[in-house]
């Protein structure tokens, strides 16, 4: 449960982080929490709630009191966690050059179709640049931690092998697929809510899908039909074309009737809740199961990775557990309370525990969506 928390905390505070416009000043503002002396400060906690109200302003127009008191504490102890990455590259001598800096935020500002380009958009998210320069630092300052921390995981092939050869029959299977176009008469309710159901409309729309079909019968090319008569929008400019489609992806009737034709074939009208259509199957590809050499460099780099998560989550865990945590606020965060243990004894709880959470894909990389990323994404 506890590590789920960090999961969760570490990516609100991280994500956060990209765009707070001001670095944080403490002071006379309260202090929140503290951990081995240093204070998280209110006015730090409010710069990150404020950042994330305004970023997502529908998700959170309506949450309660007690949502926000929880958003509150997950940013407290996100904040927590990052001040004692801090403190431990202090300890340990892990430094960040201005040289290092530099590059990324040149790579940065290449992305953009000019240096002007990239002062505007940062001055439209309120974004300071200096604040920019220093979340790099610690982004960059968190990889090098997280490197060290993880340089013991080594993956053997006879580890890779057993992997494949366990989940063989589950994991790597490639479903049977058809590359299939339709034709879409589609139902006057389906395009407009308001519209109710009638009998009237749907005669029509089948009218109109029977009209296609007997251009088809008559040697019509299927692609000009769906280009002309087609309803679905979105791929009648493309003659139709879904591409590629796998079971479970489409409603039961437009699917039975896709596997059911061989290359070539067209379909008789197909009744699905969305209207009436037409089909023709291009290609088909079958099931299969995919070779261990096809898999095993990316398998490789997969069971890697998931190796340094555990790791990098029990590093995380120790800081925590070594560290003294003082919460000041009436509602405590959990990062100095593991569930069921109080004072003395929480490694060992937590240890005991450890194992079984740790083996779940979901408690994977406490993940850091880097501040490349999130001006990239608002950029494109």
């Known amino acids: 449960m506890r590590k789920r928390l960090l999961k969760q905390v570490m990516v609100v505070c991280l994500i956060a ?21 240093v204070a998280v400060k209110q006015d730090e906690v ?11 302003p529908e998700g959170t127009a309506n949450l309660s009191e007690e949502e926000m008191a929880d958003l509150e504490v997950n940013i407290i102890d996100s904040l927590l966690v990052v001040k004692l990455l801090e403190q431990y590259a202090e300890e340990n001598g892990v430094t960040v050059a201005q040289g290092e800096i530099d590059e990324q935020m040149d790579a940065i500002i290449a992305s953009y179709p000019s240096e002007s380009d990239f002062e505007a958009d940062l001055k439209a998210k309120d974004i300071d ?7 790099l630092k610690s982004q960059i300052l968190r990889t090098k931690i997280y490197t060290d921390a993880t340089a013991s995981i080594i993956t053997t092939d006879e580890q890779v092998k057993e992997y494949y050869d366990e989940n063989r029959e589950t994991l790597f299977v490639i479903p049977s ?11 006057p309710w389906v395009e407009d809510a ?20 007997e251009q088809l019968e008559n040697g019509a090319e299927f692609g000009d039909m769906a280009r002309e008569y ?34 070539g074939e067209v379909s008789g009208i197909i009744e ?21 050499d096809e898999v095993k460099d990316d398998l490789s780099v997969y069971l890697s990775e998931l190796k340094k998560a555990e790791k990098w989550e029990e590093f995380i865990l120790e800081l925590i557990d070594n560290a003294e945590i003082e919460y000041l606020l009436e509602v405590e965060g959990t990062l100095n309370s593991p569930v069921g243990s109080t004072g003395e004894g929480t490694q060992d709880e937590t240890d005991s525990s450890g194992e079984e959470e740790s083996s779940s894909e979901e408690d994977g990389l406490l993940d850091d969506e880097s501040i490349e990323d999130f001006l990239e994404d608002e950029n494109e």
């Open 46 to 56: 409010d710069a990150y709630i404020s950042f994330i109200l305004v970023q997502d």
């Open 129 to 135: 640049r200096g604040f920019l320069e220093y979340e």
């Open 230 to 263: 087609s309803d679905d929008t979105a791929t009648s400019g493309d003659g139709g074309d879904l591409g590629f489609i796998t079971e479970g992806q489409m409603v039961e009737e437009f699917e039975k009737a896709a596997f059911s034709l061989e290359v």
């Open 17 to 37: 982080a990209l765009a707070i416009s001001t670095i944080f000043i403490s002071g006379c503002s309260a202090a929140v929490a503290k951990v081995n002396g």
């Open 194 to 213: 308001s519209l109710e159901e009638n009998d009237q409309a749907k005669e029509s729309t089948k009218e109109k899908i029977e009209f296609v079909e």
């Open 177 to 187: 697929r058809v590359r299939v176009s339709h034709v879409l008469s589609i139902f």
């Open 272 to 292: 699905t809740q969305f209207g009436y259509h037409i089909l023709k199957v291009f290609d088909r590809e079958e099931g299969r199961i995919q070779e261990y």
